[in-house]
């Protein structure tokens, strides 16, 4: 088998990348380790900036979004019962956000892809990437109990965090960065109708929760647990009796509780993998970074990969230009690492920590009124506001010089 573009992994980066690849007229095949049913039954989180909003349409798979996506001009933060919201519109200059979940939009590219007749080869075993520093690399895997081989003349790694394309880099070609929290986040879809017009992350002295939507009758909700929590402790009724004592009591009184119909744990990691370009291999994604979920930046990072990864693409098969290869790793670095510190600052501010004395010797209690103090600053200062704003509604993409 041959291609131009081989891409590992049929997630939102992979076959977002595919479908945009497909409209310049670059070949591309995907390889994917499951089946789509097991794709599409990940859950993820549902808000989208203004950059992959522009991505889809780019990509012609914006019609369904456009019509049952909600847009969000706001956004509330909540320190027990007290409320504060985030005018987006007001202080990030008109942006606002789009909640539409990850799994739709999978759903889109999927029927897209199938339509295009673009080939994506499920349930592939053994996936290994191969001569990625030559002009002909390639890609075996076992499909059927057959060996294949792929030859193409770059690969995209959008294989996720627990991929094989970050380790075909060698060990003292890359460094790794990594924060690992010392709690998870359990959450919950039920078909109820959200408690509240817009998202609310609430800080409270019982731990964090997140009241989010996927449309008008159906909700998800987060709450902070202790990582050593087990799924089979949290029945339905203790996670909606914990939550109602998250949410600031206005709130509670009026949510809407039911049967859950997915519920996992979560862990919370920042990574990030330096370079994201290696000879003719590109990382994308979660292949390359994880963020915490506070933020809602994972998929909005993968986007802006893929954005830069496919003109950088576009430029070296239409304009035989190959230094842009050169720009890709840099490029996204920039965006990401604010991505990264924006989640690692809302995780910090919203989160209660338990780890006792800090490194630098202030204890548990002190440090959490810094951080206490910190978020009031910002939710009640302009400029705070706004800071927060110009991040959540995410930063513009960087173009190639
Ligand atoms: N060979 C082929 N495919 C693989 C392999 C492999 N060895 N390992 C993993 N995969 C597939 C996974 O099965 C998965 O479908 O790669 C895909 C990676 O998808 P995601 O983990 O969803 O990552 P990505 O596409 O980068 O999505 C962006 O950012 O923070 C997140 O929630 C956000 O999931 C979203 C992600
Ligand atoms: C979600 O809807 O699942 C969601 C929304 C916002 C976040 C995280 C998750 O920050």
Redesign the pocket.
Same mark, same amino acid.
């Given at each position: 088998m041959k291609t131009q573009v081989a891409i590992?992994?049929?997630?939102?980066? /992979? *076959?977002l990348l595919g479908q945009l690849l497909h409209k310049q007229g670059i070949d591309n095949i995907i #390889?994917?380790?499951?089946n789509g049913d097991?794709?599409l039954g $990940?859950i $993820?989180?549902g808000i989208l900036e203004q950059g992959l909003v522009g991505l889809l349409h780019e990509a012609g798979v914006a019609e369904r979004m456009m019509q049952e996506g909600h847009v969000h001009d706001g956004v509330e933060l909540s320190i027990n019962d007290e409320r504060f919201r985030i005018d987006l519109k007001k202080y990030a200059d008109g942006s606002s956000v789009m909640c539409y979940g990850?799994t739709e939009i999978?759903r889109d590219l999927m029927a897209a892809r199938e339509a295009a007749g673009l080939a994506t080869l499920y349930e592939?075993e053994n996936?290994e990437l191969h001569d990625v520093k030559t002009d002909s690399p390639y890609v075996t @895997?076992i499909k059927d109990g057959e060996p294949h081989r792929l030859e193409c003349q770059f690969i995209a790694g959008?294989? /996720? @965090?627990?991929?094989?394309?970050r380790k075909t880099i060698p060990d003292d070609s890359r460094k790794e960065f990594e924060r690992v929290y010392p709690f998870g986040w359990l959450g919950l879809l039920s078909d109820t109708p959200p408690c509240n017009e817009e998202l609310i992350y609430a800080k409270t002295d019982r731990g964090f929760a997140l009241a989010s939507q996927r449309s008008s009758t159906r909700s998800r909700y987060y709450l902070q647990v202790p990582l050593t929590d087990k799924l089979e402790e949290w029945s339905d009724d203790a996670f909606w009796a914990e939550l109602k004592k998250r949410l600031p009591a206005d709130v509670a009184e009026g949510l809407v509780t039911g049967p859950s119909i997915e519920k996992s744990i979560a862990p919370l990691r920042s990574f990030v993998c330096e370079p994201m370009q290696y000879g003719n291999l590109f990382l994308?994604?979660?292949?390359a970074h994880? #963020?915490p979920?506070t933020g809602a930046? /994972? *998929?909005n *990072?993968?986007a802006s990969d893929v954005a830069t990864l496919y003109k950088v693409l576009t430029r070296v098969f239409k304009e035989g230009d190959r230094s842009a290869i050169a720009q890709y790793s840099p490029i996204c670095l920039r965006r990401v690492w604010n991505g990264e510190r924006f989640s690692w600052w809302m995780t910090n501010m919203m989160h209660n920590f338990d780890e006792g004395v800090a490194k630098d010797g202030t204890d548990r209690d002190t440090q959490q009124r810094f951080m206490d103090s910190e978020l009031h600053y910002y939710l009640t200062s302009e400029a705070g506001q706004r800071v927060i704003a110009e991040q959540y509604v995410g930063l513009p993409y960087e173009e190639l010089a």
């Open positions: 590992i992994g049929g997630g939102p980066s /992979g *076959l #390889v994917e380790r499951v097991y794709v $990940r $993820r989180a990850q999978t592939a996936t @895997f959008c294989d /996720g @965090f627990h991929g094989v394309s994308v994604g979660d292949a994880i #963020v979920p930046k /994972g *998929l *990072l993968a």
